[in-house]
């Protein structure tokens, strides 16, 4: 007998294009706080939207996740953006499963990202 090991993990992509243009919209002296409030804002948007969809909380849920998606689009996180759309998707759908594998993914796929853009180790889209 065989044992398949799942890999949960996948590449982290960013638009460095997009993020160029985020940092150059803002002051040079501001660009780095800048940055940090939109990942501090994308963090807290995602821990909202697992505890909107932990405690059966829909409208808190797919109101978070429209707010991912914006900030994930802002910073050029194509992938989470698309991720988010998806669990909306699911959630309106009110397919159960494929919402709590949606959102397990997207979780996965934010801390990564917002670690990813942390340290500067992404691979662009």
């Not at 460095?16 to 002051?27: I, P, T």
């Not at 909202?48 to 914006?70: H, Q």
């Not at 397919?95 to 992404?122: F, K, N, Q």
Request: aromatic share 6%; charged share 20%; with cysteine.
């Amino acid at each position: 007998m065989s044992v398949l090991v799942f890999a949960d993990e996948e590449e982290v992509r960013l638009d460095f294009d997009v993020l160029s243009r985020f940092c150059s919209a803002c002051e040079p002296a501001h660009v780095e706080e800048a940055l940090c409030l939109a990942m501090e804002a994308l963090a807290r948007e995602l821990a909202l939207a697992e505890a909107g969809w932990r405690s059966n909380y829909a409208l808190a849920c797919v109101a978070a996740l429209v707010k991912v998606k914006r900030l994930a689009i802002l910073l050029g996180m194509t992938v989470l953006a698309r991720c988010a759309g998806d669990c909306r998707i699911c959630l309106l759908r009110g397919d159960v499963a494929a919402t709590a594998a949606t959102i397990a993914r997207l979780m996965r796929l934010g801390e990564t990202s917002l670690y990813a853009l942390w340290t500067g180790e992404a691979a662009g889209a």
